[in-house]
C-alpha cells in the first residue's frame, strides 16, 4: 500500500521528529485502548432480557445466556445460534485487526511505511465492529419469534409484571470502542509519514 504524506518540509527536521513521535504515541494509546474495549465487550451480555415480577434479568452473550449463576447454549434455538454466531465472528474479526493495526504500528518505528498498512486494517476493522451491533439490532428479534417486537422494548402483563429488554452492556461497548477505533486511524492516516532525511525532496 502506497504510504501516505503529511507535509513537513517547512518545519526544522527536530521538530518534525518530535511531532511524528508525539502522534506514535497517541496512535498506539488509542489503539491499545480499542483493543482493549473490544475484548471487554466480548465478555459481556449483548442482549439483555427483565422481568419485574421476579426481580431477575437474563443476559444473553455472544456464546451463551445466563440468568444469575446459570448458563446453557443457544443450542435449542438454531436462529438465536446464528444471529450471535455472526456477531461473534465480526468481533472477534475486529479484535483480530485491531491487534494487527498495533503490531504494524510498533514496527513502524523502523518501518515507517507499515503505517499505511495499519491504515488499512483499521478502516477494515472498524467496518467490521461496526457490522457487529447494527446486525445484532436487526438479527435478534426475527431470530427470537413474535414475542420480541424490537431490539428494545417491554411488555406489561399487570401492574406488577413488566417484562423489558434492549442492548446489553457488550453491545453499548462496541460502539465506545467503534470511537477509539476511528480516532486511532485518523490520527495514524493524518500524521505519519515516510522517514526522510533532511534535505531530501
Not at 471487554?40 to 449483548?46: A, G, K, Q, R, Y
Not at 417484562?163 to 505519519?192: E, I, K, N, Q
Request: proline share 6%.
Amino acid at each position: 500500500m502506497e504510504a501516505f504524506v503529511e507535509s513537513q518540509e517547512s518545519q526544522p527536521p527536530g521538530n518534525s521528529r518530535r511531532r511524528l513521535g508525539a502522534r506514535r504515541v497517541q496512535a498506539l494509546v488509542l489503539e491499545i485502548l480499542t483493543t482493549a474495549l473490544i475484548g471487554i465487550s466480548t465478555v459481556l451480555s449483548w442482549w439483555d432480557l427483565s422481568a419485574t415480577s421476579v426481580g431477575s434479568t437474563s443476559g444473553f452473550y455472544l456464546n451463551s445466556t445466563c440468568n444469575g449463576p446459570s448458563c446453557g447454549s443457544y443450542e435449542s434455538n438454531q436462529a438465536l445460534a446464528a444471529a450471535f454466531a455472526v456477531t461473534f465472528a465480526l468481533v472477534i474479526g475486529s479484535l483480530a485487526l485491531s491487534v494487527l493495526a498495533l503490531s504494524f504500528l510498533l514496527m513502524s518505528t523502523r518501518r515507517p511505511g507499515l503505517a499505511g498498512e495499519a491504515v488499512f486494517t483499521g478502516v477494515i476493522g472498524s467496518v467490521l465492529l461496526l457490522a457487529a451491533p447494527v446486525y445484532l439490532y436487526f438479527a435478534l428479534p426475527a431470530a427470537i419469534g413474535p414475542s420480541v417486537s424490537g431490539f428494545f422494548g417491554s411488555y406489561r402483563f399487570s401492574p406488577s409484571s413488566v417484562f423489558s429488554w434492549g442492548g446489553g452492556p457488550g453491545w453499548f461497548m462496541a460502539f465506545v470502542a467503534l470511537s477509539f477505533y476511528v480516532a486511532s486511524t485518523l490520527v495514524v492516516y493524518r500524521g505519519f509519514s515516510p522517514h526522510r532525511s533532511p534535505g531530501h525532496p
